[in-house]
């Protein structure tokens, strides 16, 4: 396929999100090869437990082994292929027993077990071969408790692929009194009818909400007029936010890496009250109040870590992306807990993760409703290219310690930056981004 035929600087091919042929190459080449997000360690305290998830389109299996490490292989039995540990999480007694046959493995994947071995005899079956072994992805690295697999035994290393927006995981995490956090409740789910990278595309894109929100900020203000006397308590505050003026967006900083990473500055602040008090008192009572204030002045909204997740570092919310097909993608929503924190800050968490991104929130809807509508579209043969040019050529090296790019809230520089990783990954580079200048 020619690659280069699907994208120019500051547009791309519609056959990006509608070829079937796109999708299956993207499979290969990028899911085949990134550093993909898979779970938190908090999920798998306890050897023998053990989070089962996809890579691409690979189910993969990441445990917790009898000396504490982190494995993660391939959810194949090497009899028959039968998977051995259905989706979701669980815990094994120490060892994974295959449903079909009753193979065993120990939780480093290691075959324990055959029944009928003595008809073995004779055979090239081996228990000490590995290739009768659960296959493990090639390469498996952790920062903070978050736990990134890729399948391809060579390509960028972690510390680098992760560099940019490494500061946006120390946050998330610093934000704990205790300096760690753990997955709380359950996983939202949703599927969207569109294709993955254009909920990637959605996330630091601050063009969007005054139009595609405008049902939701409207409902929410009619609502505080006509029934709380024009009170807009949190829930109401972050709907409310979506219909804020033009400037408000355009002053915001976007700040793109290497790899397609990518973040945004804060829109919404966490509310001066009482628990937002005690919080800091918590906080400050492990690190100091200066260390402390320092930790709640980097307030950011969603940081894209492409193309497998998105950490929101001042809600504690984590939503991951998984490709189902050309048309479907499953977003899954996470929320953690910040060690040592008041309880009631975990449920400010959830009471933002309900209203803005859960199946049930009428914010989220009105995005998944313009993503459907956009896969609808690019599948006619009303034109063949879309635009990225909003502040195409403005966007400028930034001069602080983290590098990178940074452009005015409102450009669509996270845009062009994932499709500069997404073209390398597809010519079969390692995903580093040159800078659009250099380009
Ligand atoms: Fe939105």
Redesign the pocket.
Known sequence: MDIDRLIKKDEVHRDVYVSEEVFSLEMDRIFGSAWIYVGHDSQIPNPGDYWTTRIGLQSVVMTRGKRDEINIFYNRCPHKGARIAEEGCGHTNGLFRCPYHAWTFNLDGKLRGVPYLDGYQDTSFDLTDPRFSLRKVARVAAYRGFVFASLAEDGAEFEDFLAGVKSSLDNFCDRAPEGTVSVAGGVFRVVQRSNWKIFFE?LN?TG??IA??ESSYRAARQYSEEVLDGELPFELHIIDG?GAPPKFWSDLDLHAFDYGHSYMTAIFNAPDDPLSQQYFASLAAKVGEDRAEDILAVNRHNTIIYPSCSPHTSFQQWRVIRPLSVDRTLVEIFTFRLDGAPDELLQRTFTYSNVVNSPSSI??T??VH?YAECQKGLSTQGGDWVSQHRNAGQDQPYSGSEGGLIGVGTSELPIRNQFRAWHEYMSEGSGQSVSPEAS
């Open positions: 959605n894109d969007h909400p595609t929100h979506n914010v989220m009105d995005d313009v």
